[in-house]
């Protein structure tokens, strides 16, 4: 029974794991398509950025441009305690398609901030949180040593630490979903954003409604198989603990 119920989550994980592929190489397919093609403006992304927010009123909030380093972590962000767009430096210096999507997605971000929009918070979270899940096998390691060194077999300590890295993996799910309806409500936003402009031909527009859509697509496929993969861990430490507790 065991065997056959890790065998068909691993069956839907293998499923979701092609479709997330396709997915993501569709995606970077349209966003590199995008990224060579450069748009004939005579402004750079960041200044571009700064214009957006003015027209959209949020002349509170900063356009800063990170340097190589800090692109890796914090590139392409809006901070809601700073009220601040972070660009990395290859969108900011390069005017294309996929930057200037990726600009409006962020004023577009700002935007519903400044409208109110709750759960915004989840995005930085779950950007900052969302190794969590990692913590839950080495949690019950960690808890099994314990019990093994203080009681020389499977015990209580195994059974806390279990539970704190089932906890954590739950609260990333949730978190993670959460921030997925935020971030596809900004893609829809900077989608309207960047159509507004009326810089692109019906051609760029089309493509741009493409990238906008991958990019959609790739949230909530993500969700879903971080679903699965959840699911899968959590099954995997219950069976190994009914093992274990099973033992004489």
């Known amino acids: 029974m065991e065997l056959t119920i890790i065998l068909v989550v691993l069956g839907l994980i ?17 966003t590199f398509w995008f990224s060579v093609k450069k748009l004939e403006i005579n402004k750079s992304i960041e200044e571009y950025t700064e214009l957006l ?29 700073k009220k601040t767009i972070r660009l990395s430096w290859f969108v900011a210096r390069r005017s294309s398609p996929t930057t200037l999507a990726t600009a409006c997605q962020l004023v577009g971000l ?51 630490f279990s539970a704190v890295g089932l906890v954590l993996t739950l609260f990333t799910f949730i978190l993670a979903c ?41 949230v909530i496929i993500n969700v879903i198989y971080n679903s699965f993969a959840t699911i899968f861990f959590i099954l995997r430490v219950l069976f190994s603990s009914l093992k274990l507790f099973g033992r004489k």
């Not at 479709?19 to 970077?28: D, E, K, L, P, S």
């Not at 810089?199 to 906008?212: G, S, T």
């Open 14 to 30: 293998f499923i979701v794991a092609c479709v997330v592929g396709f997915i993501r190489w569709n995606a970077r397919r349209i």
């Open 53 to 81: 927010l003015e027209e959209n009123g949020l002349f509170d909030v900063k356009v800063k441009k990170c340097g190589f380093f800090s692109s890796l972590f914090v590139g392409n962000t809006y901070s809601l305690r």
């Open 110 to 160: 700002a935007k519903l901030h400044a409208e109110g929009v709750k759960g915004l918070k989840s995005i930085e979270l779950f950007r900052w949180l969302s190794w969590l899940p990692v913590l839950l096998v080495p949690l019950a390691v960690i808890g099994l040593v314990v019990d093994f060194i203080a009681f020389d077999k499977v015990g209580m300590y195994t059974l806390i």
């Open 178 to 218: 959460v921030a997925s309806r935020k971030t596809i409500k900004s893609y829809n936003e900077g989608e309207k954003i960047i159509l507004e402009l009326g810089i692109l031909n019906q051609e760029e527009e089309n493509k741009i409604k493409k990238l906008y859509s991958a990019w959609k697509k790739l």
